[in-house]
């Protein structure tokens, strides 16, 4: 039986995926006991956190985001209890010589990317990955410790240690208000009852915004967007150890997934603040992508697929920290599809954010919310 709902609480976090989870996690950890997370649906995760593609690529198109990933894929090392949370097979991004200059410059600006990377001409890459032989390609950069992540044991970790130090989750138990007093978050309102805080942590993904409604706050300028991962059957034609292979110029990705392939053609649709359904034709038109730009990946073909939402910022960069028009509202939003691998230090800089009333630089300056405010 779930203990009754408190009275009052140091912090509510709203929504128990990566970001509210590792968030509190690290608000424990910091010497904050009485944290309450409230999560409308009946188990952990079940939107954006359990439907992606488990890939801790760590070498992004920006370089506060693979700062930031870098720090995180090190923190999972830690979280498992002796168990690996990553399986460090590698990332190997392709495409064309402007796309990958880009990137090489980023990874020279992180010390722990610059340290490991490796740039690859096309002959390199093909021979690596032998399913790109006759694909458009100029080249790739491998980043070795970059890896495939056991997404459940990840959340399953990061409420683990948020429970150990005294958070206490509440499943089936939706915000439905904010109340607001003297320009500052009073308490949050659910069904069962009404807590008193100083601190909401909005942390609800694509519902983000509706959050901040109930505090009368209007929306920052995150879009939900539909993409579709689709998984194959059984093709032995990859090594269960190679890397996963990202284009970042053609627009896919790919990696072993069980005894298949699973696949990503990148494809992203503004949708509504609700989970999306499958588009019909969305198996067929990744097809139809895979087949002109991979012609080593024709013969197989995908059986079973679904779609998920990441919520996306103009500037593709993630909105942490405290909203300049209401005391005590905290964002942890618009993680862009990089929620899972940068979850554990998103999780460490939101909860210095909320005790130390600054976000860690260079994270606070890049994520603040006020770039999309006016108060």
């Known amino acids: 039986m779930a203990p009754p709902l408190p009275q009052r609480a140091d912090v509510v976090v709203v929504g128990a995926g990566f970001a509210g989870l590792a968030t509190a996690a690290s608000l424990v950890e910091l010497g904050v006991r009485r944290v309450v997370v409230l999560e409308a649906e009946p188990i952990p995760g079940k939107h954006g956190s359990g439907r992606n593609a488990a890939m801790a690529r760590r070498l992004i198109e920006d370089d506060v985001l693979s700062r930031l990933a870098v720090r995180s894929v090190a923190r999972m090392g830690e979280l498992g209890n002796g168990t690996p949370l990553v399986r460090r097979v590698g990332g190997l991004l392709v495409g064309e010589g402007d796309a990958l200059d880009a990137l090489a410059r980023i990874a020279a600006a992180v010390p722990e990317l610059a340290a490991e990377v490796e740039r690859l001409d096309a002959d390199a890459v093909r021979a690596l990955v032998p399913a790109l032989a006759g694909a458009d390609l100029a080249g790739g950069i491998l980043t070795p410790g970059?890896?495939?992540?056991?997404?459940?044991?990840?959340?399953?970790?990061?409420?683990?240690?948020?429970?150990?130090?005294?958070?206490t989750t509440f499943l089936r138990t939706p915000l439905t208000g904010i109340r607001v007093a003297g320009g500052r978050v009073v308490a949050a309102e659910t069904p069962h009852g009404v807590i008193a805080t100083e601190q909401l942590v909005n942390a609800a993904g694509f519902a983000a915004n509706p959050v901040a409604a109930f505090a009368g706050l209007a929306p920052l300028p995150l879009v939900p967007t539909r993409r579709h991962l689709f998984v194959t059957a059984p093709w032995g034609g990859l090594d269960r150890a190679a890397p996963f292979v990202w284009n970042v110029s053609a627009g896919y990705y790919f990696r072993p997934e069980g005894t298949g392939l699973l696949l990503c053609a990148c494809d992203g649709t503004a949708w509504p603040p609700e989970d999306p359904p499958t588009d019909p034709g969305a198996r067929e038109a990744l097809a139809?992508?895979?087949?002109?730009?991979?012609?080593?990946?024709?013969?197989?073909?995908?059986?079973?697929?679904?779609?998920?939402?990441?919520?996306?910022?103009?500037?593709?960069?993630?909105?942490?920290?405290?909203?300049?028009?209401?005391?005590?509202?905290?964002?942890?939003?618009g993680l862009g599809g990089h929620g899972m691998t940068t979850s554990a230090g998103v999780g460490e800089i939101a909860a210095r954010g909320l005790v130390d009333g600054a976000v860690p630089a260079p994270f606070g300056a890049a994520f603040a919310p006020d770039r999309f405010t006016t108060v």
């Open 288 to 333: 139809a992508k895979f087949d002109a730009a991979v012609p080593g990946l024709r013969e197989v073909r995908p059986t079973r697929g679904w779609a998920g939402l990441r919520v996306m910022t103009p500037d593709h960069r993630f909105v942490i920290g405290a909203d300049p028009r209401l005391t005590g509202f905290f964002w942890v939003a």
């Open 146 to 167: 970059c890896g495939v992540t056991d997404i459940h044991a990840l959340l399953g970790a990061f409420a683990d240690r948020a429970r150990a130090g005294g958070a």
